[in-house]
């Protein structure tokens, strides 16, 4: 099973912040945070990934608890193109598959 | 920008038969996988490869599924036998093998369709 729980669906206003959740609260120290996207029924594509400081690139921006337990990926400003589900994966410690779950469906409205 | 691509985009066949699922992977990329999603469900991991050989199988992947590397480029699934359930999207991924380097990249996939 995933080690994450997020949202099934969210809606955000195209111009405005769209901010994700995630929890995983049994994360092990030495786990990474990933996040990817699906448009439609095309490849995962990766977004951004952490351990523990918060991080930021050309996409988006990873904010992680200081406990770790949970995350929130923001897209500062939602553009239509980013209406898809997002993924927050957990690697399982010991291996290198990703376990998806069912991801946030985010829909941007004009 | 490197990526990894995919080879038919989509190819229907007839139950029963074999199919060969094409990948290329980012060039340098020493970890390779092969993801399936069926349509409306979730993405699902089939089988890592590293070094010439699976370094893990999920229970999906039995006996009908193969992998195999040919040459330094591709990276292939096969399926012997085609059943009505193999229906599904098949996404490739591949991973660099340096320390640091835990990120996964997904090729387009191959939409598979069995009569």
């Known amino acids: 099973d995933a080690k994450t729980t997020q949202p099934t669906s969210m809606d955000c206003a195209e111009g405005r912040a769209a901010n994700l959740p995630c929890n995983h609260s049994t994360i092990s120290g030495n786990e990474y945070v990933y996040w990817y996207r699906q448009i439609h029924s095309q490849g995962p594509q990766y977004i951004i990934h952490g351990l523990k400081n918060n991080e930021t690139n050309e996409m988006a921006s990873l904010i992680i608890t200081e406990d770790r337990k949970s995350s929130t990926l923001i897209l500062p400003h939602a553009t239509l193109r980013d209406t898809a589900v997002y993924y927050c994966?957990?690697?399982?410690?010991?291996?290198?598959?990703?376990?998806f779950g069912t991801g946030t469906r985010l829909k941007v409205l004009a | 920008e490197p990526e990894v691509t995919q080879t038919p985009s989509h190819q229907v066949t007839q139950m029963g038969q074999e199919v060969i699922l094409r990948c290329v992977p980012i060039?340098?990329?020493?970890?390779f996988y092969w993801y399936r999603q069926i349509l409306g469900q979730k993405v699902e991991f089939l089988v890592s490869?590293?070094?010439?050989?699976?370094?893990?199988k999920s229970e999906i992947f039995d006996d009908q599924f193969s992998v195999e590397r040919p040459d330094g480029s591709n990276f292939t699934l096969k399926i012997r036998s085609t059943k009505l359930e193999d229906s599904a999207m098949y996404f490739c991924a591949s991973k660099g093998g340096l320390q640091g380097q835990e990120t996964q990249y997904f090729g387009p996939g191959t939409r598979l369709l069995v009569l």
């Open positions: 490869f590293y070094n010439n050989e699976i370094s893990e």
């Open positions: 994966i957990v690697r399982v410690s010991g291996t290198y598959k990703y376990i």
């Open positions: 060039s340098n990329h020493l970890y």
